[in-house]
Structure formats: C-alpha cells, structure tokens
C-alpha cells in the first residue's frame, strides 16, 4: 500500500513504540492521529492528537467520529502488570485481556467501517514473540498476547472482504517504559517502526522484527518439547 497517501490512526501513540510508529508514518507522508487518554501528552511534530481509551466505548466512538478518513489502524496500546497466572491479582490478569484483546477488538470493531467506507486499508496489530511462548512470571501478557494472535488471524479472513488486510507485528523486547525492569538486550524503537511500517507497505501478513521472533515461530512445529526443553 502507499503509506503517503495514507491516513492512519495509532493507539497508545504518547510514547514509546507507539510514538515511534506514529513518527515513522509521518516521515513516510501520511497523514496521523496520535490516540492517547491524555492527548496532551502527545508531543510529536506533525501529529493530530485524538483523546482515545480503548477500552471505553464511548472514548472509542468519538475516536472513530474524529478521525473518519482513517484507512490505516495501529493497534499498538498495551499494558504490562507482571501479574502470574496462579497467584497474580485477578483485576490485573483481566486488565491485561481487556486492553490486548477484548481493546483491540474494539478499536477494530470501531475504525474498521471508516476503513471499508474509505476504499480500503489495513490494520496492523502490535503483538509480540510473546504470542508464542509464555513464561510463568507474566503469564497474564503471555496469554493476552497470544488471544490477540488469534484474533488477528480471524480479524484477517473476515476483513479482507472488505478491501482491509490485517497485519501483525511480532518482536521480542524493544526499549521501552514496559520492559524498563527486564536485564536484557532490547531492540531501538525506531529501527523496529522501520520495519513494522515497511512489513505494513509491502503487505506483509506477519511481521517478524527480530531473529528471536523468527526463531519462535519456526519452532512451533516443534511443539511442546521444542518450545519448552526444560520441561520434565
């Protein structure tokens, strides 16, 4: 698709990697609506705030009555609580499905008649390597992640009717407020907006941003044993 003759809109685009996406779009020419629950903390050259809490109906209809020459979504808000499935507090575990799954189905459900009214588009969700793999100490992501994958792949068969192809970006940790606390190495936002926004121009169906990513899925045919060794 031509990305400069886009209109998009990103969610979660205050900061970090959704920031970076938003920047990445504009310097391609389009033209950008920065969702965050706070527009004013959007401070990004060239970018049209939009007050957006995806997990608000009413926010999210506003949202989609503000910017209704949208033909690009960006599902790109998340949370992190670290919360385990045993023993994490339950509100946390469901805030964690209610913004990455049940949220970006709304977002979807919200913006994608503009898209179709509008000639087409697509819509890119912001998942995770974590859609394929999960660890105990934030199981709650790990399994809110992997929903999102799913619905994704669903979201794709019954869109692409009408004229919007749905895209996902897997990609391992990237710098940023939501892994500040992880003692790894961690992609640049920008260099991953690069190639998120590349992957979305060329049509891409799945979006592999790293060497972990690719690695995860090629190991899903391995099944359980090949995905987690340790395993008795």
Same mark, same amino acid.
Request: aromatic content about 6%; some cysteine; proline content about 4%.
């Given at each position: 698709?031509?990305?400069?003759?886009?209109?998009?809109?990103? =969610?979660?685009?205050? !900061?970090?990697?959704? !920031?970076?996406?938003?920047?990445?779009?504009?310097?391609?020419?389009?033209?950008?609506?920065?969702?965050? !629950?706070?527009? /004013?903390?959007?401070?990004?050259?060239?970018?049209?705030?939009?007050?957006?809490?995806?997990?608000?109906?009413?926010?999210?209809?506003?949202?989609?009555?503000?910017?209704?020459?949208?033909?690009?979504?960006?599902?790109?808000?998340?949370?992190? =609580?670290?919360?385990?499935?045993?023993? %994490?507090?339950?509100?946390?575990?469901?805030?964690?499905?209610?913004?990455?799954?049940?949220? =970006?189905?709304?977002?979807?459900?919200?913006?994608?008649?503009?898209?179709?009214?509008?000639?087409?588009?697509?819509?890119?969700?912001?998942?995770?390597?974590?859609?394929?793999?999960?660890?105990?100490?934030?199981?709650?992501?790990?399994?809110?992640?992997?929903?999102?994958?799913?619905?994704?792949?669903?979201?794709?068969?019954?869109?692409?009717?009408?004229?919007? !192809?749905?895209?996902?970006?897997?990609?391992?940790?990237?710098?940023?407020?939501? =892994?500040?606390?992880?003692?790894?190495?961690?992609?640049?936002? %920008?260099?991953?907006?690069?190639?998120?926004?590349?992957?979305?121009?060329?049509?891409?169906?799945?979006?592999?941003?790293?060497?972990?990513?690719?690695?995860?899925?090629? /190991?899903?045919?391995?099944?359980?044993?090949?995905?987690?060794?340790?395993?008795?």
């Amino acid at each position: 698709m031509d990305i400069s003759a886009s209109t998009a809109l990103v =969610t979660g685009a205050n !900061r970090g990697f959704g !920031r970076a996406l938003a920047a990445e779009l504009i310097s391609r020419g389009a033209r950008v609506y920065a969702g965050a !629950r706070d527009p /004013g903390t959007v401070a990004l050259p060239g970018a049209i705030p939009v007050a957006l809490d995806i997990t608000d109906p009413e926010s999210l209809a506003a949202a989609a009555e503000a910017a209704a020459g949208v033909t690009v979504l960006v599902n790109n808000a998340g949370v992190g =609580t670290g919360a385990s499935l045993l023993d %994490g507090d339950l509100e946390k575990l469901r805030l964690e499905m209610d913004t990455h799954f049940f949220g =970006t189905l709304a977002a979807t459900r919200a913006f994608a008649p503009a898209i179709a009214a509008n000639g087409g588009g697509a819509i890119l969700n912001v998942l995770s390597a974590l859609s394929w793999i999960s660890f105990p100490r934030i199981g709650g992501y790990c399994a809110a992640k992997s929903a999102e994958w799913s619905l994704t792949n669903a979201l794709r068969q019954e869109l692409a009717p009408q004229g919007i !192809r749905v895209s996902g970006l897997h990609v391992g940790y990237m710098d940023t407020d939501l =892994t500040a606390r992880v003692d790894a190495p961690k992609l640049d936002v %920008g260099e991953v907006a690069m190639t998120a926004v590349d992957g979305l121009a060329a049509g891409d169906y799945e979006i592999l941003a790293d060497e972990l990513s690719q690695k995860l899925q090629a /190991g899903l045919a391995g099944g359980v044993t090949a995905l987690y060794p340790d395993l008795p």
